[in-house]
């Protein structure tokens, strides 16, 4: 996947509230779980989208510097801002900053740490399709009740119209900006300003990992989340094309003799594959975001560069790997012979036990021919469950 040349999209994250209904000790973007702290988690849930974006982080003015060290170790580019006495200061504080090129504007808070990035592609899509703003939701499920100052119920209100709104909610630039430049109440989220400011804003389907953590509760359940041994499984593919030039690197290993596969870096479909499953499963987007191919650095790279690399983001995300299994599908090379001698490489390299098997499709299709071959790779992956803690981050072993 090629990068984006401009970006054209900001994300701003808000962390610049107290959490008092928490009760930590610490603001609330800044509470751990799982061994790093929700700001962390909802930052890595930005770089995992598939569009680059600017990311605009807002915490309390005493707080930037310390901000800054927690991030930019995962993003460097970052763009830490010190919020305002309100939300609505904050956000506006972080729209200050917008770089010049900017079209589309993505305000998210810090609470909701688990937010698929996904969620985040989602909204850019919907705006892109209809020129609106867009936020996402889910229905509500509870019985709603309308009652008076002394609690009495006045109405059974209808469910079928209502909808539980999360973010990252996201507009059109100017939408946003003229929203926060004419407002003059405070709104409980950036939707009720666009809408009063004229603007349309629409709903697309939610997540419900962007649930909001609020109360101990909401934080025990992201516990239960991220540090109850829970696995989580992805699948990653890749494809490439024999193309005749140079040498032929598979699942880690050089094979004299073949023809090479086509691509950026040295085209080992099984590395790839593995790549784009690890990521997957530990929501931090794919290799093409991960690692783009206007980046020289990777330009003819082995697998075992990506695999390295990918290994350090899990780390960095509170992740450790589980296990890799990968089904490789080609006539050619003949790989069965040098199978095990791939899994001690492999498994080495990730720290964690890779297995691979090898087929054919009889004749059939793209690697029937013997054009090139497909890799399928599924990726399981844990939390970093009782690792110690530098700063709110998984140490490092140095």
Do not use: C
Not at 94 to 110: Q, S, T
Not at 123 to 150: C, Y
Not at 325 to 342: D, T, W
Request: charged residues 20%.
């Amino acid at each position: 996947m090629s990068i984006e040349p401009v970006v054209r999209i900001a994300v701003v994250v808000v962390g610049a509230g107290s959490g008092t209904r928490l009760g930590g000790a610490v603001p609330k973007a800044f509470v751990a779980a799982g061994g790093l702290t929700l700001l962390e988690h909802a930052v890595h849930s930005v770089i995992g989208m598939s569009h680059r974006a600017q990311l605009i982080v807002v915490v309390p003015d005493e707080l930037t510097d310390r901000t800054t060290e927690l991030i930019v170790p995962i993003a460097p580019e970052v763009v830490v801002v010190a919020g305002g006495a309100s939300r609505q200061a904050s956000v506006a504080a972080g729209l200050d900053v917008l770089d010049d090129a900017v079209e589309i504007v993505l305000v998210h808070d810090a609470a909701r740490a688990f937010t698929p990035s996904g969620l985040f592609d989602a909204v850019v899509s919907a705006i892109d399709a209809s020129g609106d703003g867009v936020v996402p939701g889910l229905p509500v499920s509870d019985t709603v009740k309308r009652t008076d100052a002394d609690a009495r119920i006045t109405e059974t209100v209808d469910r079928s119209e209502l909808v539980a709104v999360q973010t990252p909610q996201g507009f059109p630039r100017e939408h946003i900006v003229e929203a926060y430049r004419v407002a003059v109440d405070e709104a409980t989220d950036d939707a009720a300003l666009v809408a009063a400011a004229g603007h349309a804003v629409r709903i697309i389907k939610g997540d419900a990992l962007a649930f909001k953590i609020t109360t101990p509760a909401d934080l025990h359940r992201a516990e239960q989340l991220l540090g109850g041994g829970m696995p989580r499984i992805g699948v990653g593919t890749d494809t490439h094309a024999f193309d005749g030039d140079g040498e032929l690197w598979l699942a880690g290993l050089y094979w004299p003799g073949e023809p090479a596969l086509a691509g950026h870096s040295d085209g080992d479909a099984v590395a790839h594959a593995m790549v784009d499953a690890l990521l997957s499963a530990a929501g931090l987007g794919d290799i093409g975001g991960a690692f783009g191919t206007d980046d020289p650095g990777f330009a003819g790279a082995h697998g075992d560069v990506f695999l390295l690399a990918t290994a350090e983001l899990l780390r960095n995300a509170g992740f450790r790997v589980g296990n890799v299994s990968v089904q490789l599908i080609g006539n050619r090379p003949r790989f069965s012979a040098r199978r095990v001698e791939a899994e001690r490489l492999l498994t080495g390299i990730l720290g964690a036990p890779v297995s691979i098997s090898a087929t054919t499709t009889d004749g059939l299709g793209f690697t029937g021919r013997g054009e090139g071959v497909t890799a399928i790779a599924t990726a399981v992956v844990m939390p970093a469950n009782g690792a110690d803690t530098m700063g709110g981050r998984p140490a490092r072993a140095e």
